[in-house]
């Protein structure tokens, strides 16, 4: 079988996908590892040639590494995660939509592209958690706790693009991260990025039953088989507070040979129509696949 990873610079020295591709590798799978940021690509020949199974994708929000997904999707080609449901959960405003339409317990979300028009949101709504659309890792993630403290913190926003607001829901500072590994759930628990010092270890947490079907709910609301989704439980029970394709699966038991086998899976199922003349037969039944060794054209790791 022959894969394209599309890595961008933030994760070029990351475990994960690296570590995948090369536990692919291993099982005798040809590798090419693409870094859209720092490549001239000749993007027009390379989909259009349809020369690998499957596109994967792990990048940064806005980065241009999701142009290069729907191009190959576009064509027909499968990519992990499906590229629509990539778009679908990159985009934090549109992401709160689908959820809240769907009956995900999704706060109330509020947009602007300019931070002066959040100090239209009612006091009542207070205190506000802000941050990027568009953003990932933290960035640029801010607790409001008043109009007042907008006034102060907005001006760091300038420059962020659209901004969305939800009103704070009340934790213990802790955040319950769960991730699906084609179906099965892990749950970790992890500091509240609001809160860095509260020194909470990262550890493998009993999932509830409460959370696991929110969990896999999201899942089916916008069509991934790799994901996290950020859970606090408020006062009033869990709230999905993010979601995100392609995680780290950080604590996740033997991690990297679950990704492994699970991008295999898709990628033989296949997200899309394949163009006439690919590869059909990829994994022998019965165990690891076994296809010929190496890496392709792309990077080696």
Known sequence: MRLCFLVEEHYRHDGMPLDVARQLTAWGHRVDVLRPGDSLLAISEEVRAGSHDAWVLKTVSGGPGLTLLESAAAVGLTTVNDVRSIRGVRD????AVIGRTRGLPVPVTYAAARWERLAEIPAAE??????????????????????????????????EGLLIAQPYVPNSGT??????????????????????????????????????????????????DLYGVDVLLGPDGPVVVDVNDFPSFRQVPDAVARVARAVLRLARSGTA??????????VPAGGDPYGHLGFGEGELL
């Open 92 to 95: 934090k405003a549109l992401a």
């Open 126 to 159: 207070y205190p506000l958690v802000v941050k990027p659309a568009d953003g990932s890792s933290g960035r640029a993630v801010r607790l409001v706790r008043d109009p007042g403290q907008l006034l102060e913190v907005g001006p760091e926003l300038a420059g």
């Open 175 to 224: 955040d319950l991260k769960v991730y699906c590994v084609d179906g099965e759930l892990f749950a970790t628990e992890r500091s509240s990025p609001l809160r860095p010092g509260q020194g909470v270890r990262e550890r493998q947490v009993p999932l509830p039953g409460s959370v696991a079907r929110i969990v896999a709910q999201v899942g089916e609301v916008f069509g991934l």
């Open 273 to 282: 129509v394949s163009v006439p003349g690919g590869p059909a037969e990829l």
